[in-house]
């Protein structure tokens, strides 16, 4: 895959191309190469350096006497438009949203042959508290990190109260009740509890449920499923998204960056221009000070320091 993508950058560097045209080749075409792979195996970082390394040096070349965009940060090329970078895909943020998929399919226990592999290899983990075998294999391991790294947005939509833990799965909220104790009495044995003492006749018993939620109960009645004996667990993103493949609500979920509350309006504005694209990526290295003419004049006192 490296030697494919680094054959394709030295052909491209051949060309003549502006910085706008290598930016939506990089997008619609370089980038795109490693998707297969990233969807069905755990690619090492260090081989996404390397990809985006060979990125970074094409979209940098300029060609002749070698000189590119000067230092322009990677981070301002992966970032979403709204945020001022290119919009190319963040790697290692695609490596998880990818393999999210296949997270879900081990979990729902999809029909598929090296789901059935697994669970009889393997066993049904928690990732919660459970830890990653040393010996299980590269393509087990990957999937148990990326379920490390999204297991708070896990949940358990229809349980099946033999198959689900009261206190250790997240069937009530988008963590286990052990991580919320503030939601539970207190006063009585947590540890002693199973889904037998609180559902008779394959219903909930409301008055067992507050022995254990007290006053909290009315808050949490709609979050409550129907338990299911007959069917096995059914996971879901939380919380979920409708008419959205699992791997762009990840994606979307990685990129997002809800601190971000100074955001200026313009990048939006920009994106939303109706002109050729090699003038919205000229005004972005002139938003960015990436246009060699601004760096001259200032070297001679003419024009302003800043924007």
């Known amino acids: 895959m490296i030697d494919k993508i680094k054959t394709l950058c030295s052909r491209c560097k051949t060309y003549k ?126 999937i148990c990190r990326t379920t490390k790294i999204l297991n708070q947005n896990l949940w358990i939509k229809n349980f099946n109260p033999t198959q689900t833990s009261f206190l250790l799965n997240p069937w009530l909220f988008e963590i286990p009740l052990a991580f919320k104790p503030t939601f539970l009495i207190v006063d009585i044995d947590l540890n002693a509890i199973g889904f037998s003492e609180l559902i008779d006749n394959g219903l909930w018993s409301h008055s067992k449920l507050v022995l254990v939620f007290g006053n909290l109960l009315g808050s949490l009645i709609p979050s409550l499923c129907d338990p299911d004996y007959i069917s096995n667990n059914f996971w879901v993103w939380h919380p979920q998204s409708s008419n959205e493949k699992i791997s762009s609500v990840v994606s979307h979920h990685l990129n997002h960056n809800p601190g971000l509350s100074n955001e200026w309006l313009g990048w939006s504005k920009l994106c939303k221009l109706h002109v050729a694209a090699r003038v919205k990526h000229f005004i972005w290295l002139v938003l960015h000070g990436k246009i060699s003419t601004s760096d001259f004049l200032n070297s001679i006192n003419i024009g302003p320091e800043t924007l």
Not at 26 to 52: F, G, K, N, W
Not at 79 to 84: L, T
Request: glycine residues 8%; proline residues 2%.
């Open 17 to 142: 191309l502006s910085s706008t045209a290598k930016s939506i080749l990089i997008r619609s075409s370089i980038l795109s190469i490693p998707t297969y792979v990233l969807s069905a195996y755990p690619i090492p970082d260090s081989v996404l350096q390397e990809i985006s390394k060979l990125v970074r040096d094409l979209f940098w070349f300029k060609g002749g006497n070698g000189k590119g965009i000067h230092a322009v940060n990677w981070s301002c090329i992966t970032d979403k438009k709204s945020e001022g970078g290119l919009g190319h895909r963040n790697l290692a943020h695609a490596k998880v949203s990818l393999m999210a998929k296949n997270v879900f399919k081990y979990l729902n226990l999809d029909n598929i042959y090296w789901v059935n592999i697994a669970r009889l290899k393997y066993g049904r983990l928690n990732f919660w508290t459970d830890s990653i075998s040393g010996n299980c294999s590269l393509i087990f391991r990957g």
